[in-house]
């Protein structure tokens, strides 16, 4: 059973315009939200991170919203940059738990 | 380098034979995690320790698969009597925080069973 679910494979944006991507969840019980990045033949890197208590978390290019009524939330990247091209994964996990449920990953492409 | 390290890279094995593999963490970091992501999929949770304590195990984690973490530091995953399903990237990740915090992750082994 798919908890955490990307429904966007993929999204292509042009450098400089904003990238936003989706995540909803179905577990009630998630508290805290990631973002991972993966470059190809490398494992994900930490992007950034909000627990339940908050709806948004900012952190240079990226912020992060989270809507709990909705079981959604979003990573905005603004400005998207060439390097910013990667697969995203959403990852969540309960407050009594440290294992991470994974979404399938957005492949983000920027275009010069 | 202090992240965390997978060996090998890659393998390639036959059905049927037994294959381990290795992760060293982060030195300092008391959990250590196994995932495996199949094509077009996220990390799936496999096991994780805190020092050398197994604490949790997904069903994912069949008969076959053994992991260990001896002393608390190095871990071994063994996966034995091979299939082709088994043909995925196995990822280790490592963390020291509470709940919901930042787990490093190695750059995995990229298992081929033909």
């Known amino acids: 059973d798919q908890q955490v679910k990307q429904n966007s494979p993929s999204l292509s944006v042009q450098e400089g315009r904003i990238s936003i991507l989706n995540c909803d969840y179905t577990?009630?019980?998630?508290?805290?939200f990631l973002w991972y990045k993966k470059y190809p033949a490398e494992g994900p890197t930490f992007l950034i991170s909000?627990?339940?208590?908050?709806d948004k978390n900012e952190d240079g290019r990226f912020t992060v919203f989270l809507n709990k009524s909705a079981k959604h939330l979003s990573l905005h990247i603004v400005p998207s940059q060439p390097g910013d091209s990667a697969v995203y994964f959403c990852a969540a996990s309960p407050s009594n738990d440290y294992k991470l449920s994974f979404g399938a990953g957005t492949t983000v492409t920027v275009r010069a | 380098d202090t992240g965390v390290s997978q060996n090998p890279r890659h393998k390639i094995t036959k059905r049927g034979q037994n294959v381990t593999f290795r992760c060293d963490p982060i030195?300092?970091?008391?959990?250590l995690y196994w995932y495996r992501q199949t094509l077009g999929q996220g990390p799936e949770f496999l096991t994780y320790f805190q020092n050398e304590a197994q604490l949790e195990k997904s069903r994912l984690l069949s008969d076959r698969f053994s992991a260990e973490r001896p002393k608390g530091s190095f871990s071994t995953l063994e996966i034995q009597r091979t299939e082709q399903g088994d043909s995925a990237m196995y990822l280790c990740?490592?963390?020291?925080?509470?709940?919901?915090?930042?787990?490093?992750f190695g750059p995995g082994t990229r298992l081929t069973v033909t």
């Open positions: 030195s300092e970091h008391n959990r």
């Open positions: 909000i627990s339940s208590i908050k």
């Open positions: 990740a490592s963390s020291l925080g509470g709940p919901g915090g930042e787990q490093y």
């Open positions: 577990n009630s019980m998630f508290d805290y």
